[in-house]
């Protein structure tokens, strides 16, 4: 089993059960104490439990912020919780459609006073769920595959909102081709948002550098910020610092 994987169903298991012992992790997943060990000082890091003697104990606001979605991955929650921790209380944020706005979302729940607008089903539902701070859903036609309200009614109430930045994601950051997105609809609106709002921000792991989507979004000097991984291509975060992005790694 692959260390990030491993870990993950450590995140997993201690948000079912609130203990965990390291005696039974070693069974589990047939892993040495010391991996074990090891694994619990990164997941308490991570601000996900707090080790014990001889096993760990769920972070109390861990179940509502942390990995609670068995598909958000432990570079997704890393580059949620940096993008998370630039919204200031009392802010509106605009979060997009994919995973990684999604753990964004996540990491805002023990946060006060921020008011989400979104277009993605996903991160509604989950901070309905989990909190309640305001939340403001555009209208608009659902698109199964992005799980996110697209199309014209969309982008009409998107003109109607304000807020004080925007957290997207995309499909394909490149140079020179900018960032790109898996569908035009998609790309359309997105372009709607980075018009819309005073600051932008994208998140992106590792996989979405250096590729290039079918739908063009924006150039990349569109944005402020990128919220990405440490194994991003060093050569491109480079070139993309000297067109004045700010890139954070975590």
């Not at 090891?38 to 942390?66: H, K, M, P």
């Not at 580059?79 to 995973?99: D, K, N």
């Not at 277009?119 to 799980?147: F, K, M, S």
């Amino acid at each position: 089993m692959l260390t990030a994987e491993r870990r993950q169903r450590i995140a997993e298991l201690i948000q079912q059960q609130a203990i965990v012992h390291v005696k039974d992790l070693c069974t589990r997943y047939g892993a040495s104490e010391s991996t074990i060990r090891r694994d619990l000082a990164y997941l308490e890091q991570q601000g996900i439990l707090e080790r014990s003697y001889g096993g760990a104990t769920l972070v109390e606001q861990a179940t509502a912020s942390a990995l609670p979605a068995k598909d958000i991955d432990l570079q997704q929650a890393r580059i949620g919780a940096a993008a998370a921790a630039r919204i200031g209380s009392g802010e509106t944020v605009f979060l997009g459609p994919g995973q990684v706005p999604l753990a964004v979302a996540q990491h805002l729940v023990p946060r006060p006073g921020v008011t989400v607008v979104t277009n993605a089903l996903d991160v509604a539902a989950y901070l309905v769920a989990h909190t309640e701070q305001p939340v403001i859903v555009t209208g608009g036609q659902i698109d199964h595959r992005a799980n996110a309200l697209l199309g014209h009614l969309a982008e009409m109430t998107l003109r109607e909102l304000r807020a004080d930045r925007a957290v997207i994601g995309v499909h394909g950051i490149q140079l020179p081709d900018g960032f790109t997105a898996d569908s035009l609809a998609g790309a359309q609106f997105l372009r709607t948002v980075i018009e819309l709002m005073p600051r932008v921000t994208v998140v992106a792991t590792a996989e979405q550098w250096a590729r290039v989507g079918p739908a063009f979004i924006a150039p990349l000097e569109a944005v402020d910020t990128i919220v990405t991984s440490l194994d991003a291509p060093p050569a491109m975060v480079w070139d993309l610092t000297q067109l004045g992005i700010d890139i954070i790694q975590t």
